[in-house]
């Protein structure tokens, strides 16, 4: 493991060996006052419905991770609560592919029956409690309150409402037909039989077999609180190859019934959500795209949970689509492309957590002759990682490096915390094992230049020598070398990654910029950005090297098109001019994003009408990539800002090295930066003060007019400011500004 003397060095190397400068005072706690009022804060970008919700891409939703939940009335038809389970899978071995197989499977909705029928439902669903409160108009002018949530540790849906005498109500269960919507492309699809209804223990359930074995039940319960209120209690259990999920739905349904166990349960999901948030803050001169970031940090932790299945293209809310699984040639890793630099660690570990149960199924999924040392990743799969990389779409299109891809953003995982233990036991053997998966196959021509055999470059080309392989493998090698520099492991591969670093051909340019392979030119109007992948993310080619600005803009420019009509591609877009710091041009492309029809009235992503989980973690990436970067082992303050937002502020978002850094910007420029060091490590910031600064709380070295470099031991705190010595981190307030933009409106 590395020693302190190893990090000293590496301090003066980096920063330089002249005198130090001591900053004022002792090291800081956090150095300033946060006074975010937290509940005020996030009700101004609760989503707001002056409209009754028809679909599932504008209905408010609660999840928890596993189980989810969506309210709302399609038109003509009678008020509906949709419930899902990220558990509920097929579990067939066929010729079917991976999502026909093994592919989320519906449950189905209740149905809301009264008295007198519901005519409208406006509401609001309340971010900081995890809470939707609506008032559901009948047509005789009654109101009925109604609230929804799923409970965060406990999985039970919770619906409470009110039933008066004059207008009763009750909730009828309607199973959906089990069976996979995506038709095969050998063999053909299954229906499972007829759900089984059944009154077990005075709960209500709904038994559905699988012919492949096992079974998933809804079970659920009204209980009468009052004269007039009701509560609906609902879970959805799944089993295989048993039948246990019949008695653990109906024991959980049957103890969820008592008021104290709702109490308490209740209490520790309203504590969850309040304390989720605190983790960090981000507030912009920007209503709309603050409402979404905030939002999105909801959606996100509805979506995923510790010891949860893996987050799918949908989450725990089901709707029909050609997409029921999971993708790792581009959605996954940008849908956890967010969660480490917000601070939300445990949610972000769920994809290592997937990952290293799988490690032997990687290994497994490559052919015989290299399973010794590499694994790959299929571009799509359903709950468990199965499936053959070379067998799907076929086995002349292989994607050889989305396991690199996947890795790239545990690194980021990693770097953000420094656990080295971590880094040799689990992440330097799975990142050599994916780069051998290239390594055991490149070529060598007469010049003794390495090349990559054919593959797919993701929704491009089937060709030598893609940028996507080039980048991928070039990132793994310069990685691999890093940490057996770190941790002194002298691996027997070194002399291998240096002589592809050496010798691997360069990247495919044309006067377009970088091409998609070796033979075809990079595709116009091509929402994946595959061939760019060594400016971003990978940063191998970056606005640090002057010499390839020219060619990293017109590669840009030439793909960066306005018109591409996808929310994730403009937010990446707007990313690659962060990482050029050109704030003008990233904010274009985040006004872009915003307006995309993709993009729903509860900011559902879809495409085709097929939900798309992917995009959440790019647009809070985009924003994040505005105010904190950290590749490079360096800093960056506000680098992606456009000159209008004049004042910004975040705090306690986490960048390379193991920090946590807040920062506020006042006067369209760099006002105070506070940096608390998790690990020890080397840390050179580049500030964008416009003004005279002064360092407290560690030594500190002037590097440049635009950096400074800090010794920080591990927990100590600097503070970097102008002016005056007390800030604070309050909201940024807009003056009539737009807020609540989510939900419908009148």
């Not at 990090?7 to 001591?22: N, Y």
């Not at 055991?440 to 089937?462: F, K, Q, R």
Request: with cysteine; charged share 20%; hydrophobic share 35%.
């Amino acid at each position: 493991m590395k020693q302190n003397k190893k990090r000293v060095f590496i301090t003066l190397l980096v920063c330089g060996l002249s005198t130090l400068c001591k900053g004022n005072g002792s090291a800081l706690s956090h150095g300033v006052d946060n006074r975010v009022d937290w509940k005020d804060f996030l009700s101004r970008h609760d989503l707001v419905w002056e409209k009754t919700p028809r679909s599932y891409f504008d209905a408010p939703f609660v999840g928890n991770g596993l189980l989810g939940a969506m309210l709302y009335m399609p038109e003509g038809e009678a008020l509906r609560l949709d419930v899902g389970s990220t558990e509920v899978v097929e579990r067939r071995d066929t010729e079917a592919r991976s999502i026909v197989d093994n592919g989320r499977l519906p449950v189905g909705y209740f149905e809301f029956a009264s008295t007198y029928p519901v005519d409208r439902a406006t509401g609001r669903l309340d971010l900081y409690n995890a809470l939707a409160r609506f008032d559901l108009h009948t047509k005789k002018k009654q109101s009925l309150q109604l609230d929804l949530k799923v409970l965060r540790n406990r999985d039970v849906i919770v619906l409470e409402y009110e039933s008066p005498a004059d207008a009763d109500g009750y909730w009828v269960f309607r199973p959906s037909m089990s069976v996979v919507p995506r038709l095969p492309m050998k063999g053909t699809a299954h229906l499972n039989p007829v759900a089984e209804m059944k009154v077990i223990n005075n709960v209500n359930v709904a038994i559905q077999n699988r012919d492949a074995g096992g079974c998933y039940v809804t079970a659920w319960k009204e209980v009468k609180l009052s004269e007039s209120r009701k509560r609906l209690l609902v879970t959805i259990q799944d089993s295989y190859p048993d039948h246990s999920a019949i008695n653990k739905a109906v024991d959980l349904i049957a103890s969820s019934a008592f008021e104290h166990v709702m109490e308490q349960e209740g209490k520790a999901h309203t504590e969850w959500w309040n304390n989720y948030y605190t983790a960090s803050f981000v507030s912009i001169p920007h209503p709309q795209m603050e409402s979404l970031y905030w939002g999105l940090q909801y959606r996100l932790a509805s979506m995923m949970r510790k010891g949860a299945p893996l987050c799918d293209l949908m989450g725990p809310w089901y709707k029909s689509t050609t997409w029921p699984g999971i993708w790792f040639n581009l959605n996954t890793q940008m849908l956890f492309s967010s969660l480490h630099i917000s601070n939300q660690m445990e949610l972000a570990s769920t994809l290592h957590d997937f990952i290293y149960a799988n490690e032997e199924n990687l290994i497994n999924s490559i052919p015989q002759q290299w399973r010794h040392n590499a694994a790959g990743l299929v571009r799509c799969t359903g709950k468990d990682q199965i499936e053959p990389v070379f067998e799907w779409p076929n086995a002349e299109y292989p994607e050889r490096s989305n396991l690199i891809y996947l890795m790239y953003y545990m690194w980021e995982h990693y770097r953000v915390s420094m656990d080295d233990r971590y880094l040799e036991e689990r992440f330097f053997p799975l990142l050599k094992r994916a780069a051998n998966f290239i390594l055991n196959v490149v070529t060598t021509d007469d010049n003794g230049m390495l090349h990559i055999p054919e593959s797919h470059s993701p929704e491009a080309v089937y060709d030598t020598d893609t940028n996507y392989d080039l980048s991928s493998l070039r990132w793994a090698c310069t990685t691999l070398l890093a940490i057996d520099d770190r941790l002194h492991i002298g691996d027997k591969q070194q002399a291998e990654w240096k002589r592809a670093l050496k010798k691997l051909a360069p990247y495919p340019v044309d006067e377009n910029g970088y091409m998609a392979s070796a033979h075809h030119k990079a595709p116009l109007g091509h929402r994946h950005w595959c061939h760019l992948f060594q400016i971003y993310p990978y940063a191998l080619i970056n606005y640090d090297q002057p010499k390839n600005r020219p060619l990293i803009m017109r590669s840009l420019e030439h793909w960066g098109s306005p018109s591409i009509p996808n929310t994730w591609t403009q937010a990446v877009i707007s990313s690659m001019y962060s990482y050029q710091q050109k704030g003008e041009e990233a904010l274009k492309h985040l006004e872009l994003a915003l307006k995309t029809s993709n993009l729903s009235a509860n900011f559902t992503h879809s495409e085709g009408k097929n939900p798309c989980s992917e995009t959440y973690g790019g647009l809070s990436r985009m924003l994040q990539d505005m105010l904190l970067q950290s590749w490079g082992n360096k800093i960056r303050i506000f680098p992606g800002v456009s000159g209008c937002w004049q004042d910004a502020v975040f705090y306690q978002l986490r960048a390379e090295g193991g920090f946590l850094v807040s920062a506020g910007r006042k006067n369209g420029a760099t006002d105070w930066i506070n940096i608390h060091s998790l690990a020890g490590e080397p840390c050179i910031v580049e500030h964008n003060f416009n003004a005279p600064f002064t360092v407290r709380g560690v030594k500190y070295k002037r590097l440049d007019e635009r950096r400074v470099c800090l010794y920080l031991e591990k927990g100590e705190t600097a503070l970097l400011y102008t002016g005056d010595y007390n800030k604070e981190i309050t909201p940024v307030i807009v003056s009539n500004g737009n807020y609540n933009n989510y939900g419908l409106k009148e």
